[in-house]
Structure formats: C-alpha cells, structure tokens
C-alpha cells in the first residue's frame, strides 16, 4: 500500500471541474484547494501504481490539468 | 486515541498536500514513530529541499520541505525516492572480474588489486596512465577528494565527469560572457518576471517544480508571457503563448534575427550598452557596438525563418515580447542549447538578448540555465572536478591559479600538471588508444550515456585496460564493463553537500546505515588514497574535515560561502552563494551593487561583471552555423534525444522504482504521423533507426508534437541506447558532445501487432 499527497495544478478556472472529475476516481481523496487552480488530494491504492496513473494519465488525458505534484509519499506494508 | 498507520499516512499525505497550497493548519500529522531527517532531492539540479522519514533504521517516507525553495512541493520521481534504497540491484559488496565473470570479493581484496593496478600503471608508464571520470551526482567532499588525489597525488589531469556531457556548454557560455561561471539569477526571479524564453528546456518535463513556479507566475502576473523555442511540442507548450518549432540546429539563426529586431524596432538599452558591455568575435573581445549592429543587419527575420523553417512573424513577435520596455525577461535552457556542437555559442546568443536590453541584474530579468543533475554545479563546475579546472574559479592552464593552490594544498610547487586533461569524450578515446590504461568512474554510467557509446564500450573491454566502478547499483551498463565494483552507499546512506541550479547549497544528513557493505565514495576514496601513498595530502576521517579545507580554497575567491559552515548548513534551507561570513544571509543575484558583496552599494554602475578585467560583458558576434551531421538523401530524419518525466538518466534509480517502471520506461521512437504514414509504420510497430555509427531498435509512436522529418526518444532505456545512434562530436569550445542532433534513417521491422 503507497500513500501519497499530491497537488493537482489545473488550468485557470478548471479546478473545480477537475475535481469533480477526480472524486470518481477510486482511490483519491480530495482535501481541499486554493479556489483558483490548485487541488489537494491524498492517492492511496494496494498497487503503487495510482500515482503514476494520475501523474502520467491525467497531465496526458487531462487538458485541463498541468501537472501533479507529490508532496508526500508513504508506505505501509500491509497491503 | 490511537490512529492506524494508515491513518497516519493519510493525515500526513494530506498535511503536506494542503500546506504546499499554504492551508498547514487544515491537517496536521501525528509524528508517529517516524524520524525526520533534513535532506535534497537525489535527481534533478533543480535541488528541492525534502525531509526523509526514518523508521526502523529505514528510509519509509520522504517530504517536501515546505521552508526550501520548492515550498514543499516534488516531483514524482524525489516523492518516490525511498524506494530506490531497497532496489533489488543494490551492489551490496565488491566485485572483481575473473575472466567473464564478476565474483564477490572483500573489500581488502578489490582495494588491494585497485591500490596495486593504479601504482603500477603510474609507475610503468607515468601519471597521465591513470584517470578519474566522476558525477554531477556524486557529493561536493567526494568530487573534492577525488580532485585532489587525482591531480595533486596522482599528478595528472586526466580528471573528468559528466558535467561535460551536460552542462560545458552552459559553463563556456556564462564564462565567456561574463568572465565567471554560473548564473547570476536565481529561482525567486521566476516570481517576478513577465516574459519567460524557454529555448530547449522541456520544463515541464525535465524540472517540474521550477515549472509549477512559472504555471505560478503566469496566473498571478499581469499579461506574463511565455515564449517556447522547440522543434518538438513538448508538456511545457501548454502554457505557451508563442511556440516555435524550428529546424534543429537553427536557433542560433533565430537569436540573431530576435536581437536583430530588438535594435530595429529601438527596444535596446544604449545606455546599458555604454556602460556594461563590451562586444567580441572569434576568441577576442575586439569589436564595437556599430560592427555588432552592422553584425546583426544581414540577420533578418526573413532570413532566419528561412534557415529555420519557422515563419518569420513568430521571431518578431518573440522579440517583441522579450524587448517590450518596462517587461521583465527570464531566459530559461537546458540541454537543447548545451549539447550542441555549437552549444557556446547558443548560450552566448541567449546572453546578447539580455544584454542589449539590459534585461539582466534585476528580479526577473535573468538568463538561467537549468542544470542537469544535483550537483554539477556545486561540486564538479564550482569545485574544479574537470580536466581544465582547479577548485572555485581556477584553471590548470594558469600559472597564478596553480600556485595558489598548491599552498593551500601544501604541495610543493610544480605538482600540479599545468596541461588541461583530456574531456569527456576524449578521456574515453585514450582509454580507446591504450594510452589511459587505470580508468576510476564513480556515480555514472557512461557505458549507457557516451554518444556513439558502443565505440567507447569497446574501449572500455580492451585488452589492457583495467577499469574500476563504484555505484550504488550493479548490474549497470558500465559495471557490467568493470575490473572492479565497488558497492557505493546512495543519497540517504552517506553525508555531503549539493549545488543546485541556483548557487543554493545544502546538505544532506545520513538518514540511515549503507546497504549491505555498501561505504560512501568519500570513504573510499580517502582509503584509496592511504593505500597508494596519499594518506598525508587526503588525511580526512570525515566529509566535515574536508568541508573545512574547501572553505579554504574558496576563501577569497568570486566563490566566497566561508560563511557556510557546516553548523549553519545543517539549519538552513539553502544558502545562496557569495556568502562570505558567518552572519551574511547569501546573494540573490551577483554583479549587482550592494547585493552581491564584492560590488559595494557605491558602485558607480548598476551591475559590476567583475569576472572580466574591464568589468564589462561580453556581446558576441557569432554567425549561424549548421549542426556537425545533417540530414541528407541517405539519412534524412533528424535524431533527438532527451528525458521524460518519471525517469532520470540511465534509469538506475527510476526503473528500480516499481510504479515509475510501469511508466515510459521503455525507450520509443517518437515520430510525427505523417512521416509514419510516409514509413509505413504504424503505433506500436518495431523501427530501426539507424546512423553512421550504429542502429537501435524502438518500437514506433506517432505523436503530433513531434516535428516533421524528426525522431525523439528518451536516454533512460539500458536495453534501447539511444546513444549507439548518436554522434560523438563536440563543442570546439566546451567539448560537449551534440547528442541532441544527427542524421539517422527509420526503417520497419516488423508490424506491432505481431
């Protein structure tokens, strides 16, 4: 199990949509934001792969998102 | 009340999540059981502060450090940096060959045979048979050691690194410009500018975090402009206002019509240009302004667009934007300048935009050059770790700079060899001629990252040469080479100190003990020493001692952090150099009055480039010149080369992390769907893309960015080397190779979906 804290960077104005669209996401956990164009979210998932996929999926599948931004990531053995 | 670990990794994730967007008080973390330790980022030069998390003796976490300069903020390569200490190709003890095969040895055993090969070959066939090639990642006190056995006890200069391979160019540029190396900008100058030049960096891609600061700037900003110069159209576009795709290899056509337009279009500083600058051409600073103007008049827009095949409005309106009066201008570049044949030059036409608008010394207005790796700047550039170098701004080739190093190495006069040593590309061809027969690589991989690396690889096997690798990993593509491996402690295991991008230093504390019998290279080298006969001239029993002598060296110098103590390196969050006394708070931007410390607040210009004896830098007249290969009827793609995010160099560290191996860690060949179409090759198909040199097999993606007649693949792939492709031709003034351009043809091998 990997547990990380990301900021999602949207393009202006987009934040809340992608946030919406993040919440269907399984696994992400929306925390907050700047109101503007910034997301906090914490992404936990058995396969350490989440982070990937949001970071390369969604920057690649997303226009509307610009980057994602690990600020924290932990691991828990237990799966 | 109890929490779970998981609850805990919960509320910590997002702690850190929120206090990067500047809410920390919305969440806060348990401690929990975990220790953390002060640290920077092991990739990138961009030098992101971090916390590692201890638990158990081991690396369970990592964090951004909300007080650094990347406000908390990674990448996901630094939030994923525990992972690599565990990898499963750790080298966990010392390896010596015994006909094909590496064996497990004792360290006794692999120092001994390294200690005796090495006295040998200086004994048999003199100094210079004997050689170092070492890293912008290895730490400062490491490269430092190194520098001094090697140059001092060995007596040879046959000591070089990576940096060549990545930022020579970079270093040329600032050194022909401005006297001195390394920029005189920095990171906050990101927050205040209104036009970014972004000319071969994919930042987005390469330093992401430097980039989420632009993403910054662009929204609070007003009208902040962001300029791209790129033959492909790459993650960074995004955020482009202008985007221009050009031939590879004629942005220097492209910088000479921009300032072309600057002085036609009267958005030059002639008063800047009286007081600050000199102008220059070939190797003389012998010109003047007026040769410079009648220089520039032959570079119209019009002409360059024909040499780039770019439209000749986009030039206009970059210079526009760049030039526009009251408007902050920040150049940022990367490889796409520096590993070019003409990489100087590039960086020099880059510097004349500044100067001739006076856009330079002021928050916001700077030409930053990224850097590649943590500590190139820092360690090998500042610290003298090339062939042409000694520590902190001195040359071998100077009488002056060897003597005063000399005493302040109590060697006697005369040891230190006063001709420059081979660089890079050419260390390794006298591995090739037999006449380096001892050859020492610490941290890098040069059997994957060499250009035409399988004529090096050879070398690397002859017959007679006796090569020693010390890495954190094995197998490597140049470990699997080597007479000896030693196994290296990695980034959290060892103790030292980083130079990022921005002349910001930092240390590293251990974190934890070294995997296996895994020793810091600054250990080993320091034994290597003692076993042949340096003991006295490297007496350190710590990576604290030797910072001690360092802030000697560059006592005095334009270099000056005596103020950098190892005490107040381990309470900052980074400290910017001149920093000359313990009490100065460090220099944001140097050459600029009553900021930097060695241009006093009554100076009576602006901006003293104190590197150069008239205090003035230089404009150069330089023309454009085409790339060493070009396309022609037999090989007529255009190769490039270059990093995706979620990997870093040759992949060691990033395809050792299991997310970041299911991601882009196999190397492809990037191709613009019509030339597809054009090749019959479609999306997944297996391609063969061919040079002069050699052949790589890649399987093919079609991507629009991409453009036409140009392939990209990434550097990262140990199974697909891109470099058996490219070209081993330098810079005649940096040496640097230009891996990111040569001639190369595409043929089909067979269909994807067979």
């Known amino acids: ?79 | 009340m109890t929490i779970s670990r998981r609850d805990f990794l919960k509320t910590t994730a997002a702690a850190s999540a929120l206090a990067a967007l500047g809410r920390p008080g919305l969440a806060q973390a348990s401690t929990g059981g975990t220790r953390w330790v002060k640290s920077v980022c092991r990739y990138c030069g961009t030098g992101c502060g971090l916390y590692v998390g201890v638990e158990g003796g081991k690396v369970t976490a990592v964090r951004g450090d909300v007080e650094d300069h990347n406000a908390g903020f990674l990448c996901v390569k630094g939030a994923l940096l525990p992972q690599i200490l565990g990898a499963k190709d750790r080298c966990l003890h010392p390896l010596v060959r015994r006909g094909d095969q590496l064996v497990r040895a004792s360290w006794e055993e692999a120092m001994g045979l390294i200690a005796s090969r090495f006295q040998d070959a200086i004994q048999k066939f003199g100094p210079d048979a004997v050689g170092f090639y070492g890293s912008g990642q290895a730490l400062t006190e490491e490269t430092y050691v190194a520098n001094k056995l090697f140059k001092a006890g060995y007596r040879t200069n046959n000591m070089d690194g990576n940096p060549r391979l990545c930022m020579a160019s970079a270093t040329a540029g600032y050194v022909g410009t401005y006297g001195k190396d390394e920029p005189m900008g920095c990171y906050e100058d990101l927050d205040h500018a209104d036009v970014f030049f972004i000319t071969g960096s994919n930042t987005a891609e390469c330093h992401p975090v430097l980039f989420r600061r632009i993403v910054r700037r662009k929204e609070r900003g007003r009208d902040v402009k962001v300029i791209v110069l790129d033959p492909r159209r790459t993650p960074t576009s995004r955020i482009a206002d202008l985007h221009i795709s050009f031939t590879p290899g004629t942005d220097l056509a492209i910088f000479n019509a921009m300032a072309h337009v600057l002085f036609a279009e009267g958005l030059v500083d002639r008063d800047f240009l009286r007081d600050h600058v000199a102008f220059g051409e070939g190797t003389e600073v012998n010109r003047a302004l007026a040769d410079y103007e009648r220089f520039l008049q032959a570079w119209t827009p019009a002409e360059a667009a024909r040499i780039a095949g770019c439209g000749a409005e986009e030039i206009v309106t970059a210079a526009r934007w760049f030039g526009a009066r009251g408007r902050r201008a920040t150049s940022l570049w990367t490889m796409g300048l520096n590993q070019r044949s003409r990489g100087t030059w590039a960086n020099q036409l880059v510097h004349n935009l500044h100067l001739v608008t006076g856009k330079i010394g002021e928050p916001g207005s700077t030409p930053l050059s990224l850097t590649g790796q943590p500590n190139a700047c820092g360690g090998v550039r500042d610290g003298g770790g090339l062939s042409h170098l000694l520590p902190y701004g001195r040359l071998v080739a100077n009488p002056q700079h060897r003597e005063q190093v000399e005493k302040l190495w109590s060697v006697p006069p005369g040891t230190l060899s006063p001709k420059p040593g081979p660089a890079a590309v050419d260390l390794f061809r006298s591995v090739e001629e037999g006449k380096l027969k001892c050859l020492y690589v610490m941290c890098t991989n040069p059997g994957q990252t060499l250009p035409n690396v399988d004529r090096y690889r050879k070398a690397m096997r002859r017959e007679g040469a006796f090569l020693v690798v010390s890495d954190a990993f094995h197998p490597t593509r140049t470990s699997e080479l080597a007479d000896v491996v030693l196994p290296a402690a990695l980034w959290a295991e060892k103790e030292g100190v980083y130079g990022c991008t921005e002349r910001r230093y930092q240390l590293l504390a251990q974190a934890v003990e070294p995997a296996g019998e895994a020793r810091p290279d600054f250990q080993i080298l320091c034994d290597l020493a003692r076993r042949t006969g340096q003991g006295k001239l490297i007496p350190f029993r710590s990576p604290d001692e030797a910072w001690e002598e360092i802030l000697a060296l560059c006592k005095g110098t334009a270099y000056d952090f005596t103020g950098m103590t190892r005490a107040r390196l381990r309470e900052a969050h980074g400290l910017l150099w001149p920093l000359p006394s313990p009490g100065h708070p460090g220099t944001k931007r140097r050459y600029v009055k009553g900021e930097d410390p060695l241009v006093p607040a009554d100076h009576p210009r602006r901006l003293q480039f104190y590197g150069r004896p008239d205090g003035r830098a230089v404009v150069w007249l330089r023309p454009y010149q085409p790339p060493a290969e070009v396309v022609d009827a037999e090989y007529p793609l255009w190769f490039n080369t270059g990093r995706v995010l979620e990997h870093w160099h040759t992949g060691t560290m990033t395809r050792n992390c299991a997310e970041l191996a299911q991601s882009r860690a196999e190397a492809v060949a990037e191709i613009h769907p019509g030339d597809a179409q054009r090749l019959g090759v479609a999306e997944g198909d297996l391609v063969e893309v061919t040079s002069r040199r050699g052949a790589q097999r890649f399987r093919a993606t079609l991507v629009d960015g991409q453009r036409p007649g140009s392939v990209f693949t990434h550097m990262h792939d140990d199974q697909r080397l891109c470099n058996r492709v490219t070209v081993d031709a330098v810079d005649p003034i940096s040496k640097e190779p230009e891996y990111k351009i040569c001639a190369v043809k595409m043929a089909k091998v067979s269909s994807g979906k067979a």
Do not use: N, W
């Open chain 1, 1 to 79: 199990m990997i547990v990380a804290g990301v900021v999602v960077e949207t393009v202006e104005g987009a934040a809340a949509r992608v946030a919406a669209r993040l919440v269907e996401v399984p696994g992400v956990e929306i925390q907050g934001g700047d109101g503007l164009r910034r997301l906090a979210a914490v992404i936990s998932a058995e396969d350490a792969a989440a982070l990937d996929a949001l970071g390369r999926k969604l920057v690649e599948g997303d226009e509307e998102i610009l980057g994602v931004f690990p600020t924290y990531v932990g691991s828990d053995p237990e799966p």
